[in-house]
């Protein structure tokens, strides 16, 4: 009897700690994406709504800007998350040498930009990526290059800024997961393998890479999640948000423009952001079933 | 060092090290730099420190209500992580703790919705905040990141650690659970919870976009929307600019010196 008493205490307590979290997520997570993916459904401008059936993902197939802020996100996403992963594993790489000279004061400059805010550091970017800015002069000086770049004026240029910008922020931040992955490996597989005469790139290449493939598959998949929901750089750092001519116009950003900018469509904005959770979705699944793989 | 070979990569890694730290540093530099030069010279790319500090600053304070929005920011921040780390320990205390086939099942639907993008709740959010009123308000900021899924697990996975014999200590010595979770958990996972304040901390102090659509006036609005709102003109006064983003970057920038280890170790262990 008392023995079922406990257990019954055991239980109560237990819903008593999770529930104001539960509670909270329920009104604030749940509840907000099952009415978004029902106002998905729905046409109509600001609170007017009626029953669209799949009028909108109709809309979706034909509006010009909807690809292009696809497109861009998509062109950012390809571009930007494997140039700042080999890059962080590169870094990680060097500074996993015990014999280097000045490694703490490397690894806290390559992860100092994850102190910033986005919003900082979008705003720095803008100047220093201005016409006549810092980056153009030391182009210049250094005869990089003979002529000023138009960074922000020009439809690829301010793409390869937008994407610089990311790689600065973030670099830093997935070395660190690499540099403590790297850490766990047993230093005598190095050794035995440096006894045998393999050269340090195949030691890098054959035991690093390989072992850190779970690392590697859980920052790519989180830079592909954080990639694809890019808000706070483009809306910042050209001129106008998502300019020259959306050229840096990503799917978030658009959905703020539907939703918050002139006469809400909030029925179409809510399809947009569907695509971006489906796309999460999906990646997420593949971790999962990575993971799962991994585990048997 | 006898093979050249080892010595020509040795010179290539720190060459590649010292761009990197260059290129990751440069920007602070710039952001200091431009505090105290004109805008124009600002777009000039001019490197060298210039004698406008003060006229930023003192431009900055005037169009500014820095002591409002300070308190606005420290508020929404502080408030935010005080209540996430107690409303997302206590879950991650449960779920650990009490174990059942239900609220397993629960936890499990948790970890699917880590990945929700923020994207597709705003603008439910925003219409239900506009029902309930709340629109312009500091609760209205909070309240959607109380309960953090992503501190939820941090905190079930640190729970793993925390020694079972002092809750049975505890419950012998008649204490009732939640005087368990306040006197002996919450002390004892202290560095836990430090971790997870600076990585709260931050979150709230930069988000931008939730901010953004639900903050409609001045005197309401945080300092990272206030930076933001400098730029929006086409031409901004980057001087004034760059005082109001060492501004906003000064906080996170000394937690993380005081705290350096801690900040890295709750980074890691935030994801693991």
Redesign the interface.
Same mark, same amino acid.
């Given at each position: 009897m008392a023995q079922s008493g406990l257990a019954r205490n055991e239980q109560v307590s237990g819903w008593l700690f999770v529930m104001p979290a539960l509670v909270l997520l329920g009104v604030f997570m749940i509840y907000p994406i099952l009415w978004s993916l029902w106002m998905s459904f729905q046409v109509g401008r600001g609170m007017a709504f009626s029953f669209g059936g799949f009028a909108n993902i109709v809309r979706l197939t034909q509006d010009p800007v909807f690809i292009r802020a696809l497109t861009n996100t998509l062109t950012f996403l390809a571009i930007q998350v494997p140039i700042m992963l080999v890059l962080a594993m590169l870094f990680a790489n060097a500074l996993n040498d015990s014999k280097l000279w000045g490694k703490g004061l490397f690894r806290t400059a390559i992860f100092l930009p994850c102190v910033t805010s986005l919003v900082a550091y979008s705003v720095v970017f803008r100047s220093m990526f201005a016409a006549d800015g810092v980056i153009n002069q030391f182009l210049l000086f250094t005869h990089i290059i003979s002529d000023p770049i138009p960074w922000m004026a020009d439809p690829f240029w301010s793409k390869v800024v937008i994407i610089s910008a990311i790689t600065w922020r973030w670099t830093g931040y997935n070395m660190i997961f690499y540099l403590a992955a790297m850490q766990n490996i047993d230093r005598s597989i190095y050794e035995a393998a440096k006894i045998d005469g393999v050269p340090a790139w195949a030691r890098f290449w054959y035991i690093t890479v390989p072992m850190l493939k779970p690392v590697i598959l859980f920052t790519t998949v989180i830079s592909t999640i954080g990639t694809l929901q890019l808000f706070d750089e483009p809306n910042l750092i050209p001129s106008t948000p998502g300019a020259p001519s959306d050229s840096t116009l990503t799917l978030s950003l658009y959905i703020y423009n539907l939703s918050f900018k002139f006469m809400p469509s909030f029925g179409y904005a809510a399809t947009v952001s569907y695509v971006i959770v489906v796309m999460v979705g999906i990646l997420t699944l593949i971790q999962f079933l990575a993971a799962r793989e991994r585990r048997t | 060092m006898s093979n050249p070979l080892a010595l020509l990569?040795r010179i290539a890694?720190y060459l590649?090290?010292i761009v990197?730290?260059f $290129?990751?540093?440069f920007? *602070?530099f @710039?952001?200091m730099i431009?505090a105290t030069n004109l805008s124009a010279d600002?777009?000039?790319?001019?490197?060298t420190p210039g004698g406008a500090l003060l006229q930023n600053i003192s431009v900055f304070f005037n169009s500014v209500d820095m002591p409002r929005i300070l308190f606005n920011s420290f508020l929404i921040a502080g408030l935010g992580t005080a209540l996430t780390l107690l409303?997302?320990s206590?879950?991650g205390?449960?779920?650990e703790? *009490?174990?059942?086939k239900v609220?397993e099942k629960?936890f499990g639907g948790?970890l699917?919705?880590?990945?929700?993008?923020? &994207?597709?709740?705003?603008?439910?959010?925003?219409?239900?905040m506009a029902n309930f009123k709340m629109i312009n308000t500091y609760q209205a900021i909070i309240?959607?990141t $109380?309960?953090s899924?992503f501190i939820?697990f941090y905190f079930r996975q640190a729970t793993k650690a925390f020694p079972s014999e002092l809750r049975d200590a505890a419950r012998i010595d008649g204490l009732k659970?939640w005087q368990i979770?306040l006197y002996v958990y919450m002390p004892v996972m202290r560095s836990t919870y430090a971790a997870a304040t600076i990585i709260v901390f931050m979150a709230n @102090?930069?988000n931008?976009?939730w901010p953004l659509?639900v903050l409609q006036t001045n005197e309401m609005k945080t300092l990272?929307l206030v930076? &933001?709102g400098?730029?929006s003109a086409?031409t901004?006064d980057?001087g004034v600019?760059?005082v109001?983003?060492?501004f &906003?970057?000064l906080p996170?920038?000394i937690i *993380?010196f005081l705290l350096?280890r801690r900040f890295?170790e709750g980074?890691?262990g935030a994801?693991k």
């Open positions: - | 990569g890694t590649l090290l990197a730290a $290129v990751s540093v920007p *602070f @710039w952001m431009g600002i777009i000039r790319g001019k490197v409303v997302s206590l879950a205390y449960g779920f703790m *009490f174990r059942s609220r629960i948790l699917l919705m880590l990945s929700i993008p923020f &994207a597709a709740l705003m603008i439910p959010l925003f219409i239900m309240l959607p $109380v309960a899924i939820i659970e979770f @102090w930069n931008y976009l659509i990272t930076v &933001a400098l730029t086409y901004p980057f600019v760059m109001g983003a060492i &906003a970057t996170t920038l *993380f350096q890295v980074m890691l994801v």
